[in-house]
């Protein structure tokens, strides 16, 4: 019972000298001076890591909360072996110099392997003295309960503050928040924890397989309009293939991104893109088929006479995913006009043909020609013309 008594009233003092305002204030203050100190290190990594070692550049901060405190000192046995006394400022002081991890500070990167790279430049950035009155140990055991190696470090400022860092990539990090709480601080009991470990163990390994897989595809340097092409196809797939009556697609989406490919089509893709990521509706874009004149009336005719029907009604289904045209016939008139403003020809032009004698085989040819052009550049975008 008096042990218990002695306990108790040492758990009272270190609580109120860890919850002061003044103490929680000052190691504010140190968290912030220490932050700034990394920061510079963040620095140094961006200047010695590759194109393909990427970094979160915001360090993550985190002072040690009241209830995790309370449980460590028992858990640890601070509450036995500290000199405790009644003296608020010797008990602060006992916590900032004792507690290991009293704060912490997490590095982020993208993926696994470059968790090592980056312990070793830090330590490097150490032992060139970069970092002002911080003390690092890099000698400190990393393996975990669970076997895996962990890269972090405890370290001393000011020859005084303990604090901690973790240097974790992303998918590492959310399987250790989830391992931490679910199997090491797991408050009840639970008859199935063996089972539990084992699960988490095998979903460590899952885990460690897509991250090598995610770096595989990073590596290969996808440029943004290749990654916005093939994320709209994995969005629309199963609704062209219901239409086209089809699932062997990659003809008719290759001719939909060679023949739409302006900016102002790409945008309308990224849009498109980002709404479905965020399960959002998309609205489509309404379309001006108002004015049509003769040229794109008989160019519209020549398509539909010249082009295998199929083909432009799977490019007119992939189309309406983004554009405001629910109906093939408007498709093909918007698919002319806008053939013509991808030629450069001037409509207008065209219009001073109108009232010449039509007999005249300058203007005739004229006129042919450059439908003709348009025609070949169609059947060079898309294919599938009839007389191929």
């Not at 002002?132 to 470090?153: A, M, P, S, Y």
């Not at 899952?206 to 709209?232: G, N, R, T």
Request: glycine share 2%.
């Amino acid at each position: 019972m008096q042990e218990e008594n002695i306990l108790e009233k040492r758990e009272k003092l270190l609580l109120e000298a860890f919850d002061d305002k003044a103490f929680i204030k000052e190691v504010k203050n140190i968290r912030l001076e220490l932050e700034e100190e990394l920061m510079r290190f963040i620095l140094f990594l961006k200047e010695n890591l590759t194109s393909e070692q990427k970094i979160f550049e915001n360090i993550e901060s985190r002072i040690k909360s009241i209830q995790s405190f309370r449980e460590k000192i028992y858990r640890k046995d601070y509450i036995k072996n500290w000199n405790v006394s009644d003296d608020i400022r010797e008990n602060q002081k006992l916590i900032v110099e004792n507690l290991p991890d009293f704060i912490g500070f997490r590095i982020t990167c993208f993926f696994w392997q470059d968790e090592e790279k980056i312990y070793n430049l830090l330590k490097l950035y150490y032992e060139q003295k970069n970092l002002n009155d911080i003390v690092l140990n890099f000698d400190e055991n990393r393996k975990q309960k669970n076997g895996h190696t962990i890269n972090k470090l405890s370290g001393k400022y000011k020859q005084k503050y303990c604090f901690e860092i973790q240097i974790k990539s992303v998918m590492h990090n959310m399987w250790g928040e989830v391992e931490h709480k679910t199997i090491y601080k797991n408050r009840n009991y639970d008859a199935t924890i063996s089972n539990k470990k084992l699960i988490t163990e095998e979903i460590f390994n899952i885990l460690q397989a897509s991250d090598k897989q995610l770096l595989c595809i990073f590596k290969e340097k996808y440029e943004e309009k290749q990654l916005l092409q093939a994320l709209f196809y994995e969005k629309t797939k199963n609704i062209i293939g219901k239409k086209c009556k089809t699932d062997i697609l990659a003809q008719h989406y290759n001719s939909y991104f060679s023949l739409f490919s302006s900016s102002a089509d790409m945008d309308l893709v990224r849009q498109f893109v980002a709404f479905s990521l965020l399960e959002k509706d998309f609205c489509r874009k309404e379309v001006d088929l108002d004015d049509i004149n003769s040229a794109i009336y008989e160019l519209k005719e020549m398509i539909k006479a010249e082009f295998l029907e199929f083909n432009l009604k799977c490019l007119f289904y992939i189309s309406e995913i983004v554009l405001k045209i629910d109906e093939y016939d408007s498709f093909l008139t918007y698919l002319s006009k806008y053939l013509f403003d991808q030629s450069g020809y001037d409509l207008e032009d065209e219009e001073e043909f109108e009232g010449e004698d039509v007999f005249d085989e300058d203007i005739l040819e004229e006129q042919v020609d450059y439908k003709e052009n348009i025609l070949v550049l169609l059947d060079q975008k898309i294919g599938g013309r009839k007389s191929d």
